[in-house]
């Protein structure tokens, strides 16, 4: 069962579609993973159901999900129940899956998937379903809903580190989405990766935020923990909802739209073909094309921040490439930061919002907001080295004398939490680091 992408009819005009969504980040800041995190984030996502929307159905919502650091305890017990033996953690990925409900159409897209990973040198360890319990979801939702199955990947020991394995698994999901294109299969949204990697993974779909908890049945295992949850709750006021439509993408969440969104796809795809990158090499031509053809304005700024982010930039400087501050004519800003965004103007065009971007690469978490500075974004963090950041405040009980500091995002303005160092950045920080000068220096050499 599928739902069908709409065509433009009358004045209607499918690459028009806004939204304006519910975000939220719960994390420890000291990086410590817990499946407390895990519960509070989705008390957050609870808490940002009114930023959701639904239509005639009422219990189908236009979606909601999460994003988590891999819970390696949780995978090593599931896949064992299934005959499948995990390797450390680090040494392997997992591929949230969404499949057609017709057996031939599902066993095709499989295969693919099977003989991508095999032929890109990595082994297939096996397939596993997903538990879920949908009899609390609407009938929109249960009439387009997929099977949905994650898939394990060994990694190669050829390959030098895991971040080359997270390029490699990239490639991999490139190779299988143009694959399924390619065989023709109506498919519609029965098909699509929501994750395939070995520091994240994504539970999303058509669904309220306050289903999300009883719809996977994984979130309530114990064993299931993080150091940090990213929850979106997705209103779109323009568009269809759908499972694959849902938030977040593989690394980002997103509050707003893209109105630049016309002149990014046409500039990547007019770059594509001077593309080249060291880390990738020849498998460069693999990615292509870059941007999914029909994904929206989320899902195409995701694939360009995944492009990005794995061909070796630092979060932060992907997340000022495409969004970045209002530099030209500010008298307030130094001649360093000035050169880094003027260097950068010539190698990638603003994504203009109104936008608040929740990213984070399954280490490091973070925010920005567009320069535009519409989409609110408050957070507080606490004595015992929580932060909540959300659209709004009160999305949390937080004892008032537990609160260390409260804010909000400013206009072109950066926070990251980064557990390594245990502690948060601003935006001062990021932008006048020794990394983001470091950044600034090698970009003119």
């Known amino acids: 069962m599928t739902t069908v992408e709409?065509?433009?009819?009358?004045?209607?005009?499918?690459?028009?579609e806004h939204d304006a969504c519910g975000v939220g980040i719960l994390a420890?800041?000291?990086?410590?993973r817990s499946h407390r995190i895990v519960d509070m984030g989705l008390e957050v996502l609870d808490h940002l159901a009114h930023r959701g929307a639904c239509g005639c159905d009422p219990k189908t919502g236009d979606g909601g999900g999460m994003l988590l650091q891999l819970p390696h305890a949780f995978f090593q017990q599931r896949a064992a129940d299934v005959g499948i033996h995990l390797p450390e953690a680090g040494h392997y990925g997992v591929g949230m899956v969404f499949l057609p409900w017709d057996a031939n159409d599902r066993a095709a897209c499989q295969s693919i998937i099977e003989q991508t990973i095999k032929e890109e040198g990595q082994t297939l360890l096996g397939w596993r379903d997903v538990p879920v319990d949908d009899s609390a979801i609407g009938v929109i939702a249960q009439d387009s809903e997929p099977v949905i199955r994650q898939v394990f990947v060994r990694r190669n020991p050829g390959l030098a580190d895991q971040d080359a394995f997270e390029r490699k698994l990239y490639i991999i999901r490139k190779v299988v989405e143009r694959k399924v294109i390619q065989s023709g299969m109506k498919?519609?949204?029965?098909?699509?990766?929501?994750?395939l990697s070995s520091n994240t993974i994504v539970y999303k779909g058509l669904l309220m935020p306050e289903q999300v908890r009883g719809f996977f049945l994984d979130l309530s295992c114990p064993l299931v923990d993080s150091s940090f949850a990213l929850v979106h709750s997705r209103f779109s006021t323009n568009t269809l909802g759908s499972w694959k439509l849902a938030h977040p993408y593989r690394y980002i969440a997103h509050n707003g739209e893209i109105n630049t969104l016309r002149?990014?796809?046409?500039?990547?795809?007019?770059?594509?073909?001077?593309m080249s990158s060291p880390l990738f090499g020849e498998d460069i031509k693999k990615l292509?094309?870059?941007?999914t053809p029909g994904g929206s304005d989320t899902a195409t700024i995701d694939n360009a921040f995944e492009l990005l982010t794995l061909a070796g930039r630092e979060l932060p400087h992907v997340m000022a490439m495409l969004i970045p501050e209002a530099w030209e004519g500010a008298t307030d800003i130094s001649p360093e930061r000035r050169a880094f965004y003027?260097?950068?103007?010539?190698?990638m065009e603003p994504w203009d919002g109104p936008a608040l971007i929740a990213f984070t690469d399954g280490k490091r978490i973070g925010a920005n907001l567009d320069r535009n500075g519409l989409r609110p974004f408050r957070y507080t963090i606490t004595k015992d080295n929580l932060i909540v950041m959300a659209s709004e405040a009160g999305v949390l009980p937080?004892?008032?004398?537990?609160?260390?500091?409260k804010g909000r995002l400013r206009p072109g303005r950066m926070m990251l939490i980064d557990p390594e160092e245990g502690r948060v950045l601003d935006d001062e920080e990021i932008k006048f680091s020794q990394g983001f000068q470091s950044m600034v220096r090698v970009g003119f050499a």
């Open 342 to 347: 003027q260097y950068h103007s010539f190698l």
């Open 187 to 195: 498919c519609g949204d029965s098909f699509y990766i929501c994750s």
């Open 6 to 16: 709409p065509e433009s009819h009358g004045l209607y005009r499918p690459e028009t």
């Open 288 to 291: 292509l094309p870059v941007l």
């Open 398 to 405: 937080i004892a008032p004398e537990n609160v260390l500091y």
């Open 28 to 32: 420890d800041i000291l990086g410590r």
């Open 263 to 274: 002149g990014n796809i046409n500039w990547m795809a007019a770059r594509e073909m001077t």
